[in-house]
């Protein structure tokens, strides 16, 4: 694969979770868009995402639940025994009119990822990322885990050493249940402490293969700059993976309205860039983000970044356009929202002092053998 490949899909262009809920807005079509109109996105490098399978989701997924999601959508409607055993129909994961075809497509772009994989490349699939997902129940906005599914894909073509790093602010609490104590593969995960899922502590080493650093309130550029230099890349390094997974999700940022960190799209793009070519392959995944600008800015900027684009410090009168297209109703931060979400992708960064909690906590991790 000589040019990174952009996985995605027209499904998620006007799919909603429901009118008040953090996914109503609108992520993949803004990507797709932005990338398009910055002159980003050719024809020979954009693959249309197909649709997983029942018979690829059992690799992980029960069969009942599988079931159980093409049922909903179908009747669009679940039972109280698919809320029970399946959290189908909950307030965090509602019944809406494509809960099989929507996160069964982000699958399948994931899954398709790690077979393309097999010989090397860069694969960019910003759908992915729902890292909460669980065997037989729905979890945490995710109803399928389509990173796991990409590592067993990884796997069925052969890689064997596979390094997964989650900046998403949320602990990838279902990836660690796919992926806990194997010991090819290498989980790292940067989160908020005491946030939903509230898993992750600093102690736990999913199995002996996690580093989970849960990080204070306020975690800024700086802080993450020494996180990236001291604990991601020697663990990645030393680890020597055939691949690496790494999910960027776009929550971290201070604008996110459902974490409370204080970093700026710089931070997830040097990330990026530190990890690009420690692996002879590489499979960026979206994750969170429930801001609309923050996420299609900073997923663009990733885009760029893969392909070796400058970041441009003005937006062409196309790119401008899509962003100031974008609604965020229900959010104060929607209402009067600043120009520079409208001019540019890159952030102002924000650093600041990197606090004693933060040390202490990494260099426990690098004492850590993975």
């Known amino acids: ?71 909903v959508e179908a ?6 025994e698919d809320l029970t055993r399946h959290d189908i129909g909950s307030v965090t994961n509602p019944v809406f009119p494509e809960i099989f075809r929507r996160p069964a497509t982000a699958a399948g772009g994931s899954i398709l990822a790690g077979e393309l994989l097999r010989d090397g490349g860069v694969i960019y699939n910003p759908a992915g990322g729902t890292h909460h997902g669980m065997p037989d129940r729905a979890n945490g906005f995710c109803y399928l885990n389509d990173p796991v599914l990409a590592m067993l894909s990884l796997r069925s073509h052969g890689v064997r050493r ?17 992926f806990g104590g194997d010991p090819d593969c290498l ?19 999913g199995g002996g293969n996690a580093l989970n650093l849960p990080v204070p309130r306020g975690f800024n550029d700086s802080e993450m700059a020494f996180v990236r230099d001291t604990l ?17 999700g776009a929550d971290g940022v201070e604008e996110d309205p459902l974490s409370h960190l204080c970093l700026s799209n710089n931070a997830h793009w040097d990330i990026l860039r530190s990890l690009m070519g420690l692996a002879p392959r590489l499979l960026v995944l979206g994750g969170g983000g429930y801001n609309p600008w923050s996420v299609g800015r900073l997923w663009t900027g990733v885009w760029g970044i893969l392909n070796g684009q400058d970041i441009p410090d ?43 909690q933060v040390k202490d906590a990494v260099y426990l991790l690098t004492q850590r053998v993975s």
């Open 1 to 71: 694969m000589q040019h990174p490949a952009f996985i995605g899909h027209e499904i998620f262009r006007g799919s909603s979770y429901g009118r008040w809920h953090p996914l109503r807005v609108p992520r993949m079509s803004t990507v797709m868009d932005l990338t398009r109109a910055l002159g980003w996105l050719p024809k020979e490098q954009f693959i249309t995402s197909p649709r997983a399978k029942p018979a690829a989701l059992t690799r992980w997924h029960t069969s009942d639940y599988i079931g159980a999601l093409q049922r």
């Open 75 to 80: 009747a669009q409607a679940a039972t109280a």
């Open 162 to 178: 596979i390094a997964y790093v989650d900046i998403d602010a949320h602990h990838p609490d279902g990836v660690e249940v796919g």
């Open 187 to 205: 989980l790292i995960s940067v989160h908020e402490d005491r946030l939903w899922p509230r898993s992750g502590a600093l102690e736990n080493d």
């Open 232 to 248: 991601i890349v020697p663990k990645v390094t030393a680890f020597a993976p055939e691949a690496l997974v790494f999910l960027c």
């Open 314 to 356: 003005h937006l062409p009168e196309s790119a401008e356009t899509v962003l100031r297209g974008l609604r965020f109703d229900g959010n104060r931060r929607g209402k009067n929202p600043p120009d520079h979400w409208f001019t540019t992708l890159r952030d102002a960064p924000r650093e600041g002092a990197v606090r004693d």
